[in-house]
């Protein structure tokens, strides 16, 4: 059984930092890329960072040059971290892990971006 254990979400100030953490169990999970998506109100999932299992990196168009991704595959963890928040970034922030043929997404941290 796969599950996601995602913490680190809630209000955070505009202009602030936020860092979430996800940890997953029940897949080998050296093997998955692993990330963060995102969803707000009205709009579609969008993809905010993923590490691949060779340590390749892949950021949304919306948190390049603020948002970091890393992965510890010891922890079975997975870190994100985006400087410099405004409302655009308030959203429901899901952990993801996909291996090329399965994945499976976390139940989902709110954070709300606070002016």
């Known amino acids: 059984q796969v599950q996601f254990v995602e913490s680190g979400g809630g209000l955070v100030q505009s202009g602030g930092s936020l860092n979430l953490s996800c940890v997953v169990s029940?897949?080998?999970?050296?093997?998955?890329?692993v990330g963060w998506y995102r969803q707000s109100p009205g709009k579609q999932r969008e993809l905010v960072a993923v590490?691949?299992?060779?340590?390749?990196?892949h950021y949304g168009d919306s948190v390049k040059g603020r948002c970091t991704v890393s992965r510890d595959n010891l922890e079975h963890e997975v870190k994100l971290q985006i400087h410099s928040l405004t409302s655009d970034d308030t959203a429901v922030y899901y952990c993801n892990a996909d291996s090329g043929y399965t994945d499976y997404w976390g139940q989902g941290t709110q954070v709300t971006v606070s002016s």
């Open positions: 590490i691949t299992s060779v340590r390749s990196f």
């Open positions: 029940g897949i080998d999970f050296s093997n998955y890329a």
